[in-house]
């Protein structure tokens, strides 16, 4: 068996993956190696991101969006506030922006089509079987999920197409949420304008248990038949996924370490990640340099918030709308972004919290307590 050594392993090449890589080898001399079990890249998903705060993808999106709106019972609220804009970057173009840096590093490998069979945390290293090829490092950052999704626990699932209409249908506002009145499950539509005649949109759902692709499709077709009737269309792309809406339990080692969905990097409530995996990626590389064992600072007052919200849900499905309703309504676009970021002040979060149903989610809190 061959073996090969390098310093840190990043098992994945895919958002934290490469956003970790990127961070390591810019600011480190470590020899980095990248493993990926796919052969090559492509355009595979849409990454949508907020421009605050800034991050290096902030000048790189593919659209922009500065008016967002959101229709709750037929009642649409538009906000438009100077500075702050929802972005959206292809994948393909995420890949090659990074891979383009990656690859002009000497400290930088990248191996394609390679399945990991095992990986054994040692004290003072790692070993990754990856077939004909043994890799040793003193650290390995790993982005799989390895178990499947518990039950009885809140998971964002949906199901989304990009559509070429044959007439014009955008005017270039984002519709964030289009909540139905679905009592037994939360769902919401999500537009993407992309052009005058191309728009993304995608059936989204906050429950239990997700659902085969026939019963999106259908959600889809009868959103296309009640908003877009008459206008002939043609399907180019479609996109599916489920995210996890609670902590995923890691049995982390001090070289073995969960990255990415799997390291509970996504935001329960909302399911953004992409933020969160360049400050966490920067945490990761100050600790390196510092010579201490990589680590994530938790933030403990906004996870339970979380768990909060997401058991609130789980338990009051009927009255999602209004928990949505007054997040939006009564709060400003600043306040929802820097909440949806991670970035809200004490003030910002106890206006949120203010604006929510009071006695039911003082229930739900204490039993989550």
């Given at each position: 068996?061959?073996?090969?050594?390098?310093?840190?392993?990043?098992?994945?090449?895919?958002?934290?993956?490469?956003?970790?890589?990127?961070?390591i080898?810019?600011r480190?001399?470590?020899?980095?190696?990248l493993?990926?079990k796919k052969?090559k890249?492509k355009?595979?998903?849409?990454?949508?991101?907020w421009?605050?705060?800034?991050?290096?993808?902030?000048?790189?999106?593919?659209?922009?969006?500065?008016?967002?709106?959101?229709l709750?019972?037929?009642?649409?609220?538009?906000?438009?506030?100077?500075?702050?804009?929802?972005?959206?970057?292809?994948?393909?173009?995420?890949?090659?922006?990074?891979?383009?840096?990656?690859n002009?590093?000497?400290?930088?490998?990248?191996?394609?089509?390679?399945?990991?069979?095992?990986?054994?945390?040692?004290?003072?290293?790692?070993?990754i079987?990856?077939?004909?090829?043994?890799?040793?490092?003193k650290?390995?950052?790993?982005?799989r999920?390895?178990?499947?999704y518990?039950k009885?626990?809140?998971?964002q699932?949906?199901?989304?197409?990009e559509?070429?209409?044959?007439?014009?249908?955008?005017n270039?506002?984002?519709?964030?949420?289009?909540?139905?009145?679905?009592?037994?499950?939360?769902?919401?539509?999500?537009?993407?304008?992309?052009?005058?005649?191309?728009?993304?949109?995608e059936?989204?759902?906050?429950?239990?248990n997700?659902?085969?692709?026939?019963?999106?499709?259908?959600?889809?077709?009868?959103?296309l038949?009640?908003?877009?009737?008459?206008?002939?269309?043609?399907i180019?792309?479609?996109?599916?996924?489920?995210?996890?809406?609670?902590?995923?339990?890691?049995?982390?080692?001090?070289?073995?370490?969960?990255?990415?969905?799997?390291?509970?990097?996504?935001?329960?409530?909302?399911?953004?990640?992409?933020q969160?995996?360049?400050?966490?990626?920067?945490?990761?590389?100050?600790?390196i340099i510092?010579?201490?064992?990589?680590?994530?600072?938790?933030?403990?007052?906004?996870?339970?918030?979380?768990?909060?919200?997401?058991k609130?849900?789980?338990?009051?499905?009927?009255?999602?709308?209004?928990?949505?309703d007054?997040?939006?309504?009564?709060?400003?676009?600043?306040?929802?972004?820097n909440?949806?970021?991670?970035?809200?002040?004490?003030?910002?979060?106890?206006?949120?919290?203010?604006?929510?149903?009071?006695?039911?989610l003082?229930?739900?809190?204490?039993?989550?307590?």
């Amino acid at each position: 068996m061959i073996e090969q050594e390098v310093d840190i392993t990043i098992i994945g090449a895919g958002v934290s993956g490469l956003i970790l890589a990127n961070e390591i080898t810019e600011r480190t001399n470590k020899k980095v190696l990248l493993l990926e079990k796919k052969k090559k890249f492509k355009f595979d998903k849409n990454l949508c991101y907020w421009s605050i705060p800034r991050n290096s993808l902030t000048d790189c999106a593919d659209n922009r969006w500065s008016e967002i709106c959101v229709l709750i019972n037929k009642n649409k609220m538009i906000y438009q506030t100077k500075g702050i804009e929802y972005l959206r970057i292809k994948s393909s173009n995420f890949y090659n922006y990074f891979l383009n840096k990656l690859n002009k590093r000497k400290n930088f490998n990248l191996l394609l089509g390679h399945s990991i069979n095992s990986v054994k945390s040692l004290d003072n290293e790692v070993i990754i079987d990856i077939g004909r090829k043994e890799v040793k490092s003193k650290i390995c950052f790993d982005s799989r999920i390895e178990n499947n999704y518990s039950k009885n626990q809140l998971l964002q699932h949906f199901f989304g197409v990009e559509i070429i209409f044959k007439k014009k249908v955008s005017n270039n506002v984002l519709t964030l949420m289009d909540i139905q009145n679905n009592k037994k499950a939360f769902n919401f539509f999500y537009i993407l304008p992309m052009g005058e005649n191309k728009v993304f949109i995608e059936s989204t759902y906050f429950s239990q248990n997700f659902f085969k692709k026939e019963k999106y499709k259908n959600d889809i077709n009868k959103y296309l038949l009640k908003n877009y009737s008459g206008n002939e269309y043609k399907i180019k792309f479609d996109e599916f996924g489920i995210i996890p809406m609670y902590e995923l339990r890691n049995l982390d080692s001090k070289n073995h370490i969960k990255i990415g969905t799997a390291g509970n990097w996504v935001r329960q409530s909302t399911g953004y990640s992409l933020q969160n995996a360049f400050e966490n990626s920067k945490q990761i590389v100050d600790c390196i340099i510092a010579g201490k064992t990589p680590k994530i600072k938790k933030k403990y007052f906004l996870n339970f918030l979380d768990k909060t919200f997401c058991k609130f849900l789980i338990n009051n499905p009927e009255d999602g709308i209004l928990f949505f309703d007054n997040f939006f309504r009564k709060n400003k676009l600043k306040t929802i972004v820097n909440f949806l970021t991670n970035t809200a002040s004490l003030l910002e979060l106890a206006k949120i919290i203010i604006s929510l149903p009071k006695f039911k989610l003082i229930k739900t809190a204490i039993i989550n307590k």
